[in-house]
């Protein structure tokens, strides 16, 4: 992306995203959006605005997988997309995918989350 960095010399951010089902990745990444549930949408956007990169990690449940990873391309705005149905979710932004493939959570293993009781990261 040619866009700048909203915030430039702020720590890089990292979320793990859990999708209900792979085809909802599979849209993520042949149109380069994502949605979230409401909830979830006031922590990406703050942490958008206040870093100076956000990495969005994701996961289907139950796979037992990472499916890849991007970059959040742009803030969450109330456009809604029909692409997912009704199911809950929140206003469409932009990804930017840097890896798509499948990565089984054992090879990530080593890594803990100090945010999360330094559980493992999956």
Request: with cysteine; hydrophobic share 35%; net charge positive.
């Amino acid at each position: 992306s040619n866009l700048p960095s909203p915030r430039q010399n702020v720590p890089v951010r990292y979320f793990i995203m859990k999708s209900s089902n792979l085809q909802n990745i599979e849209i993520s990444q042949q149109k380069g959006i994502w949605s979230t549930t409401p909830s979830n949408e006031q922590k990406l956007n703050g942490a958008f605005w206040e870093s100076s990169m956000v990495y969005l990690i994701f996961s289907v449940q139950g796979s037992r997988h990472f499916q890849g990873f991007a970059r959040m391309g742009s803030s969450i705005g109330c456009e809604k997309s029909q692409d997912w149905g009704s199911a809950g979710f929140g206003g469409v932004f932009k990804v930017e995918w840097i890896r798509k493939e499948s990565i089984p959570f054992q090879f990530a293993h080593h890594l803990l989350n100090p945010w999360n009781d330094n559980k493992k990261v999956q």
